[in-house]
């Protein structure tokens, strides 16, 4: 049997699809977040050198990884959108920002609230930190493009060129500690080395991760959803849906 | 070649194109890149004296001493190498040890002593529990005993 994924491409089965699945990853979004706070707080051990301020790497890596990570999947939705015309790559592209500029900016909060205690700083200019406020910026330049645009096709297309250009930064910030000297320590993990944490740290916040993923699915297909209605509210398939002929 | 394989080629080679002048452009700021000078580097005069600088390494084990007010503090930093004498007046992070890393930022008088108004911790990579750290300083204690003997 083989799938016909190009119906899913079509907003409207897209809509549906996404709506089924949301219950699914928004309930696994949960035990991991759960799962993942208890060893972060209840199992992990005291850092050595850090004491307990080290906890916040159970927020503060996973929301950087994910700001990383989210921004290439959008650049590559957008690429897509902008290359052969789909719209729901597109409006995918869209949906995906607002999360990624929280997880942004999260890296970037939760980062210095830890760094005055630690460091002796809210902030300095090197190069790890101020390639992720780029990227924040990236983000909020890409939602205010779109927002700024009144025709959805035009700011699709504006904000993925925003998107692809941005790209670059990405390599940036995951290489910058070790291309540069910076104050912010290097990689505890990789996946060419073998991790320089303890298990319980580690897979706490490997755990906290995958809640991130999960949280960001929701709230991808979620908002996807919503830009679906949106614009494709003129359809007929949406006025059925709002006569409640469609379930 | 369809119309949408060659938007795509385009769109692969302008993005390819930027990374290209993006990596040009940051070899070129190398050194502005850089956040602090080690040691060595401000012994080879590769660091703008004269004007405020960091100077990043290891706080030489030993060094730390506090001088006269109580809040003025002399100690070393080093990158095994070279060591730069730096007087610092505040107060120093959570982190700050001996034998542990440390940014400082200020100006090299003309006696050769690094005058610091900012000194930042800068830690490794490595977490561990505090039982695991000390494991650790005693298998090294252990293996520089027997490399002596």
């Known amino acids: 049997m083989t799938i016909n994924w190009f119906k899913y491409a079509s907003p409207a089965s897209f809509y549906f699809l996404a709506g089924r699945m949301v219950p699914y990853f928004a309930t696994l979004a949960i035990i991991f977040l759960v799962v993942g706070l208890y060893i972060g707080f209840f199992v992990a051990p005291t850092d050595f050198q850090q004491g307990e301020a080290y906890r916040i790497i159970f927020i503060h890596v996973p929301a950087a990884w994910m700001s990383m990570f989210l921004y290439v999947i959008m650049a590559f939705w957008a690429g897509v959108g902008l290359a052969f015309n789909t719209r729901l790559s597109s409006m995918v592209a869209s949906a995906i920002a607002p999360t990624g500029a929280m997880f942004a900016f999260l890296a970037l909060w939760t980062g210095a609230w830890w760094g005055k205690p630690m460091w002796g700083t809210w902030w300095v200019w090197d190069a790890r930190l101020t390639s992720e406020l780029i990227l924040f910026f990236l983000y909020i330049g890409f939602m205010s493009l779109q927002a700024a645009i009144d025709d959805p096709k035009r700011a699709d297309k504006a904000g993925a060129v925003i998107a692809l250009v941005g790209v670059v930064n990405v390599p940036i910030i995951y290489f910058s500690v070790q291309w540069w000297n910076t104050l912010h320590q290097g990689a505890s993990v990789s996946l060419v080395q073998s991790p320089k944490m303890a298990t319980a740290m580690l897979s706490g916040m490997l755990i906290m991760t995958l809640a991130a993923w999960m949280y960001s699915i929701v709230m991808i297909l979620t908002r996807t959803r919503l830009i679906i209605l949106e614009r494709e509210r003129h359809t007929a398939w949406v006025s059925e849906l709002k006569e409640g002929v469609l379930e | ?149």
Not at chain 2, 40 to 57: C, M, T
Request: glycine letters at 8%; hydrophobic letters at 45%.
């Open chain 2, 1 to 149: 070649m369809k119309p949408r394989h060659k938007k795509m080629a385009v769109i692969a080679l302008s993005v390819s194109a930027l990374a290209v002048s993006v990596v040009l452009v940051l070899n070129a700021f190398q050194s502005n890149l850089v956040f602090f000078f080690s040691p060595s580097q401000v012994a080879a005069k590769e660091a703008p004296i004269g004007k405020s600088f960091r100077v990043g390494g290891l706080v030489e084990e030993g060094s730390l001493k506090r001088v006269g007010d109580g809040t003025t503090m002399k100690f070393a930093i080093t990158d095994t190498a070279e060591v730069i004498k730096v007087v610092y007046t505040g107060i120093l992070p959570d982190l700050f040890k001996e034998g542990k890393g440390v940014v400082a930022q200020g100006k090299i008088a003309d006696d050769g002593v690094f005058y610091a108004d900012e000194v930042l911790a800068k830690h490794d990579e490595n977490y561990m529990p505090p039982e695991a750290a000390a494991a650790l300083e005693q298998a090294a204690k252990a293996q520089k005993t027997s490399f002596t003997q």
